[in-house]
């Protein structure tokens, strides 16, 4: 075979087509993923509205939500607090795809088997320190987290072996922070029953709900995207307190 001068560019521009047929092919097929997942989410069931016993209105914008928290709500800390082990997922990587979280992010959390603690810091506590940017959300009324007059503050620690990621927060109050795929969100936490924990996640995309129910046994974090019909659970069991 003779090579010419143009052999080269013929080159390159094989290798540039290839590249953007690639490209195309990638987007089409998570765009099928996507639709899959919203599709099989639909069809395999109804979304129940029992997790609306809790409280929660059904659409998931912020401010309406937040009204409904208009009484007080003192945990039951004996539940709240301890270390959970993931225990099994539901609808989970479905969730995650439709909501377009990246191949590689996705297969990394979903392949990993997180640990979870939850613990109360009062601010006495050598632990505590006061948080920036953390405003009081005034549509609630359990705002700062007090218990016979001692403030406190949650921790939530979620462990990974590649990482550990860290939520420290009031009760009724809103602050900033970039998720793991970059994107900001805007989070506020209360409680709307002794066991009964709720995440609200507002971004630019979509809102979210996060709620953790809690029990002898563990907790279930039930996700859910009331706009788009998607709800993922994930289960954690409570690890024996060391004697």
């Given amino acids: 075979m003779r090579l010419t001068r143009k052999t080269p560019i013929m080159l390159i521009l094989a290798t540039i087509v290839v590249i953007l047929i690639f490209a195309f092919l990638k987007n089409v097929i998570h765009e099928l993923e ?17 997790w609306r016993t809790v409280r929660v209105l059904e659409n998931v914008t912020a401010a309406e939500n937040l009204t409904v928290n208009q009484v007080k709500v003192e945990p039951d800390w004996s539940l709240v607090q301890g270390t959970f082990t993931h225990l099994k997922d539901e609808n989970f990587e479905s969730f995650l795809i439709a909501v377009g979280v990246p191949y590689l992010v996705r297969s990394f959390i979903v392949k990993t088997t997180p640990t979870v ?34 403030v406190y503050q949650i921790l939530i620690n979620t462990i990974t072996w590649l990482k550990t990621n860290t939520e420290r927060f009031r ?6 922070k970039k998720d793991f795929d970059g ?17 609200l996640k507002e971004k630019e995309q979509f809102n979210t709900n996060i709620i953790r129910s809690f029990d002898r046994e563990g907790f279930v974090m039930t996700i859910i995207n009331k706009k788009a019909g998607m709800k993922a659970k994930r289960y954690f069991l409570r690890e024996p307190e060391e004697a």
């Fill in 171 to 176: 009760l009724g109050y809103s602050f900033m």
């Fill in 117 to 150: 603690t939850i613990e109360r810091l009062y601010q006495d506590s050598d632990y505590y320190y006061e948080l920036e940017d953390h405003n009081p959300n005034t549509d609630l009324d359990q705002v700062g987290g007090e218990d016979g007059g001692r």
């Fill in 183 to 199: 994107s900001p969100s805007k989070n506020t936490y209360y409680f709307v029953s002794p066991s009964v924990l709720v995440h």
């Fill in 34 to 50: 996507k639709q899959e997942a919203l599709l099989s989410m639909f069809l395999g069931y109804e979304l129940d509205d029992a």
